[in-house]
């Protein structure tokens, strides 16, 4: 009944659904023995089975959200899966992909995280736009294309990068060269020339491994919350004490115009 | 080597002192090395005379060039990659799907109406293809970009190939092409088979074909 000639379309039930595996390139299926998992708002497409859904932060919950959920600024963005079955994940069909952290430490664009085990903790990163996992288990993201791995020293497009892994957070890095002396001077005041595109880039050193994704489309951004209003922290919009520089223009030496309108931010 | 396909869609060149890539502005993802990479204003090789040539031809896309020592990854708008090795003939290809190529090409344009006159022009229209398109010729690699997988069909003088107009990417080599018809009774009542407009290719060569009917 069930066997099908030639290509038609693979048939699942619950028994033949993968445990913690991919079922294709675009879908994910998560196996629960009365377990638990953090899921990202509506990217559950299907499940089998009694799973329970339930919002962060009602009660019950508390105690997870306290031990495992390490931004409660943002916790109305995630449910708690909870039950007996088999569940499917899914984004837009994106390549999803299960990543296996062991005592370690994984940094990730906030859009394309879509499930976590309550055993990693979920942290936002001091990039803004970034959450960090800290621990042992397995989570799930998304990626436009295959993710690349590669190791550092490597410079990456802004919006190529998926995330890093074990290594110090990256820099900005800008081509002085192009920017600077005659040609840059005269190409930032004519507009002739054009920008290359590629003036910036994150610069990543030290050892670890950085995720690139193979477009430079980017997935739609998920709040990370905000952060405390507090002096130091960076993004919170309060200045720092002290003698501070001139505010929001950052200036070359040698340079004729606005580093931010020539990158157009 | 000098493309290297790391899935569908990313490529990974190597950049070695002395030789020259083209690629697509903002194209780059990542690179390891000292790599620079430089606007190209005329869009590609040549003079100023050339650059004129394409601004005219509408095949002037933005172009950079990337020189140095290392290894760079290109990918562009989740496109789908495919790495063409050309051996001393000439590849035909619209100027905006160029995601990468070598310096060692020779990039030139064409007007459609020099092969077949009007109906060349026509058939450039139908392809989406304008009444220009960018050739390269020489040894070298191009990466070309297309919406969805890519297939090579090869073309032998006893087996032409027949390609949908708007998923035709490609081709390379000796190569006739026309534009058959099968306009029936049916399409003047607008009940046509959607596939009036066949683009046959005879020769020697080979043409890519894209897995989508959507441009880039």
């Not at chain 1, 030639?6 to 048939?11: I, L, M, R, Y």
């Not at chain 1, 196996?31 to 919002?55: P, T, V």
């Not at chain 2, 020189?67 to 495919?82: A, D, K, P, R």
């Not at chain 2, 003088?157 to 035709?168: I, K, T």
Request: proline share 5%; aromatic share 8%.
């Amino acid at each position: 009944m069930s066997q099908y000639a030639g290509a038609g379309p693979t048939v699942h039930d619950p028994t033949t659904l993968p445990s913690d595996d991919n079922v294709n390139n675009y879908t994910f299926c998560v196996e629960l023995k009365g377990s638990q998992w953090f899921l990202q708002k509506g990217k559950m497409i299907a499940y089998y089975g009694s799973i329970d859904f339930n919002g962060i932060g009602h009660g019950r919950l508390d105690r997870l959200v306290r031990t495992s959920f390490h931004s409660p600024l943002h916790a109305s963005d995630w449910v708690v899966a909870e039950g007996s079955g088999k569940m499917l994940l899914a984004d837009r069909a994106f390549d999803v992909n299960s990543y296996d952290l062991e005592d370690g430490n994984l940094t990730i664009r906030s859009g394309n995280l879509l499930a976590f085990q309550p055993t990693l903790a979920l942290k936002q990163s001091i990039v803004p736009g970034f959450l960090t996992l800290i621990g042992t288990g397995k989570f799930v993201a998304a990626s436009n294309g295959p993710v690349v791995f590669m190791e550092p020293p490597i410079r990456v497009d802004p919006q190529a990068l998926v995330g890093w892994a074990d290594c110090p957070s990256p820099c900005h890095h800008y081509d002085h060269g192009y920017m600077t002396g005659l040609m840059g001077g005269l190409r930032a005041m004519t507009g002739l020339g054009g920008a290359s595109g590629e003036e910036h880039q994150f610069e990543f050193v030290g050892a670890g491994t950085v995720l690139l994704q193979s477009s430079e489309t980017l997935m739609a951004e998920q709040a990370t919350g905000a952060v405390p209003q507090q002096a130091g922290v960076p993004g919170s919009g309060v200045p720092s004490t002290g003698p501070s520089q001139q505010a929001g223009v950052p200036r070359l030496p040698g340079q004729l115009g606005d580093l931010q309108r020539r990158f157009g931010l | 080597m000098t493309f290297r396909e790391l899935n569908s869609k990313m490529v990974e060149a190597t950049v070695m002192p002395g030789q020259r890539l083209f690629s697509q502005r903002g194209a780059m993802l990542a690179y390891k090395g000292e790599v620079s990479f430089t606007p190209n204003m005329s869009g590609g090789q040549g003079g100023i005379m050339s650059m004129i040539g394409r601004r005219v031809a509408n095949e002037a896309t933005p172009l950079m060039t990337v020189e140095g020592s290392g290894t760079v990854l290109f990918g562009h708008g989740g496109h789908h990659v495919q790495v063409i090795n050309l051996a001393g003939d000439t590849l035909y290809v619209e100027a905006d799907r160029l995601l990468a190529f070598e310096g060692t090409l020779e990039q030139g344009t064409m007007f459609m109406g020099s092969q077949g006159g009007v109906m060349g022009m026509v058939r450039g229209q139908v392809t989406g293809q304008g009444l220009f398109t960018t050739t390269l010729k020489g040894r070298g690699a191009v990466a070309v970009m297309a919406h969805g997988g890519v297939i090579e069909l090869p073309i032998t003088p006893q087996r032409p190939v027949h390609v949908d107009p708007q998923a035709y990417v490609a081709h390379h080599g000796d190569v006739r092409n026309k534009l058959s018809t099968a306009l029936g009774w049916r399409d003047m009542v607008g009940r046509g088979s959607g596939e009036a407009f066949q683009l046959e290719l005879s020769g020697n060569g080979a043409v890519y074909v894209q897995a989508s009917e959507e441009k880039l």
